[in-house]
């Protein structure tokens, strides 16, 4: 089926990712309306981050009252207070040119609140502290173990392990924490 909330307001034109936090309430990425799209746990539609313009909301994941977005076509990620739904403050976009994010396309949260960013321009996994601080990089490319093509999916499991898609080598990498 379908999210019977994507009519009218809540309408779909290009959805790429969905993140769906503890209650239930989903936050469907969607470039090519420009926006990321919430839903709640009825599937009814919510309301919507971000304008029309020109970026690229690709993955959009809740954490501590805000909405983090990875924005493709700046590199860069968005935050936006859940309340408001108003534009907060950006993270890989400032400070030396080794820590500036290229082409961001999927997000996580670990335990303890970093947010790992995985950049197919960087060909690389970023971590972050929530104010912005770049804190370690991982990945160069290639086809080794470690390396990466074009990093997509990222998630973290129970145990703080972290596993990233690579749509290049149809695989899934583990790392340790």
């Given amino acids: ?7 009218g307001p809540g309408s779909l034109k290009q ?9 239930g309430v989903k936050y469907v990425s969607d470039p090519g309306r420009g926006q990321v799209v919430v839903f709640d746990a009825k599937d009814e539609y919510v309301k919507a981050y971000g304008q029309a313009a020109p970026w690229r909301p690709v993955d959009a994941v809740p954490y501590g009252g805000e909405l983090y977005v990875a924005d493709s076509a700046n590199g860069l990620v968005r ?11 950006t993270i890989g976009d ?12 999927n997000l996580a949260f670990d335990g303890e609140g970093f947010l790992y960013v995985t950049d197919v321009g960087r060909f690389q996994v970023v971590k972050f502290d929530r104010d912005g601080h770049l804190r370690l990089t991982f990945g160069k490319p290639g086809d080794n173990a470690g390396h990466f093509a074009r990093p997509k999916g990222i998630a973290l499991d129970r145990d703080g392990r972290l596993l990233a898609v690579d749509a290049s080598f149809n695989n899934v990498q583990v790392f340790n924490s």
Avoid: Y
Wanted: proline share 10%.
């Fill in 1 to 7: 089926g379908t999210l019977k909330g994507a009519v």
């Fill in 15 to 23: 959805p790429v990712n969905v993140s769906i936090d503890a209650d």
């Fill in 79 to 89: 935050v936006f207070d859940l309340g408001s739904g108003e534009p907060t403050r």
């Fill in 94 to 105: 400032k400070g030396e040119p080794t820590d500036r994010l290229d082409r961001p396309t």
